[in-house]
Structure formats: structure tokens, C-alpha cells
């Protein structure tokens, strides 16, 4: 079945750019999503379809896909920004949704 | 406002069965389809099952398959989880998530998810 790994943890200084990493085979081929979850509050959709943001989203957040490694980075990081943050991709082949074991951002 | 509660958590011992509900608003329900996920304690998140904008399809994961059925309720715009069989594993918070493909787009689904609910937590324990 298709696998997708993220580092377990990141931190990050106020004001610098985090960058959590989600690999998997050929993950270049594929729609990547990024959800941010607080605790006690809904999950948000942060990026879609790799490189879009949905309204409302904060231009601080950005997303990349290329080869075998997509990127989550969150520019100018504040304080409010430390969550958990999780890729998932559609995996056509195994017809499964797939998510990443999730990033748990801490800000310095 | 666009939103989703769940409600319907407990505590359950295994083999019995329990259902969860989501209530919907802000947004046209019958239009999207609609997910159920979840996540143990601790754990990732897991894909539990998806049911088409009017309910005349259905896919499950095979963890679950033959033990949970999805439904929904246009008249009262509820996503429900009727979970049969549980199991020590199954406990988890579950969540409802829209998604985002809107019927007449020329997909069923997009297979990813544009709004969440808060979740619901599922103890399963002798």
C-alpha cells in the first residue's frame, strides 16, 4: 500500500520559515493536500492540489510537489502557527485515501 | 456560517454497537459528498469511509468494511455512522469532513476534504 512519511516534529523561531516534508513514491504524479489541526478545533485545509490555497488561507502558507517529496512552508511563522500538520494524497492505484503520520510544529 | 458538529461518542465495550451522528449547515448538503475519519489516540489520521451527494454510494475502508455503513438525511442535512462490531482498535475520535467536488462537476468525489468538524471520541472497553 502507498506510504506517505513526515518527520515527527519541527520546531521554528517567530518570524522564520518552517518547512515539514511529506515523501512518497513518485508523490510528484499525485494531488497533495496539507490539513492544520489545533487541539479541540477543526481540522483546516491549508493547501490543495499541491500548490493551492483555499480562501482565506493566509499567503504565509505555500506548498510544493516535485520527484518523490512535497513541501509545506509557512513563511513568517507566528505564534498561532503551532499545530499538527498532515499530508494526504488519493492514491488511484490502491483506489485509498492516504495520509502522512503528521508533523507536530512547536514555535521557539 | 458553514459548520459541522458531531455527536454520538461514548463508551462502548466490544461487540456492541453505536452510532454517530454529524449535523451539517451553511452549505448545500445534498450537493457534496460526504467522509467519515478518524484518529486513535496518538496515531495518525485514518480514512474510515466516504457516501455519494444522495447517498446511492458508498466505499469503506477495509478495516471497517462489513461493520460500519454510512447513511444520510437530506431532510435534516445528517451524515450518520452506524458502527456494528467494535472493536479495542476502532476507539478513536471520529470526524465528519465535506467534499469539496460538488455534484454536476463531472467527478463523484475529490477525495480530499474542505471542512471538518470538531470530532466525536469512540472508547472501546471491556
Known amino acids: 500500500s502507498y506510504v506517505l512519511t513526515q518527520p515527527p516534529s519541527v520546531s521554528v523561531a517567530p518570524g522564520q520559515t518552517a518547512k515539514i516534508s511529506c515523501g512518497g513514491s513518485?508523490?510528484?504524479?499525485?494531488?497533495v493536500q496539507w490539513y492544520q489541526q489545533k487541539p479541540g478545533q477543526a481540522l483546516v485545509l491549508v493547501v490543495y492540489d499541491g500548490t493551492a490555497r483555499p480562501s482565506g488561507i493566509p499567503a504565509r502558507f505555500s506548498g510544493s510537489n516535485s520527484a518523490n517529496t512535497a513541501t509545506l512552508t509557512i513563511s513568517r511563522v507566528e505564534a498561532g502557527d503551532e499545530a499538527d500538520y498532515h499530508c494526504q494524497v488519493w492514491d488511484s492505484d490502491s483506489h485509498h485515501v492516504v495520509f502522512g503520520g503528521g508533523t507536530k510544529m512547536t514555535i521557539l | 456560517q458553514v459548520h459541522l458538529v458531531e455527536s454520538g461518542g461514548g463508551v462502548v465495550q466490544p461487540g456492541r454497537s453505536l452510532r454517530l451522528s454529524c449535523a451539517a449547515s451553511?452549505?448545500?448538503?445534498?450537493?457534496?459528498?460526504m467522509h467519515w475519519v478518524r484518529q486513535a489516540p496518538g496515531k495518525g489520521l485514518e480514512w474510515v469511509a466516504v457516501i455519494s451527494h444522495d447517498g446511492s454510494n458508498e466505499r469503506y475502508a477495509d478495516s471497517v468494511k462489513g461493520r460500519f455503513t454510512i447513511s444520510r438525511d437530506k431532510s435534516t442535512t445528517t451524515l450518520y455512522l452506524e458502527m456494528s462490531s467494535l472493536r479495542p482498535e476502532d476507539t478513536a475520535v471520529y470526524y465528519c469532513a465535506k467534499d469539496p467536488v460538488r455534484f454536476g462537476s463531472g467527478s463523484d468525489y475529490g477525495w480530499y476534504f474542505d471542512l471538518w468538524g470538531r470530532g466525536t471520541l469512540v472508547s472501546v472497553s471491556s
Open positions: 513518485n508523490l510528484e504524479s499525485k494531488s
Open positions: 451553511g452549505f448545500i448538503f445534498r450537493s457534496f459528498g
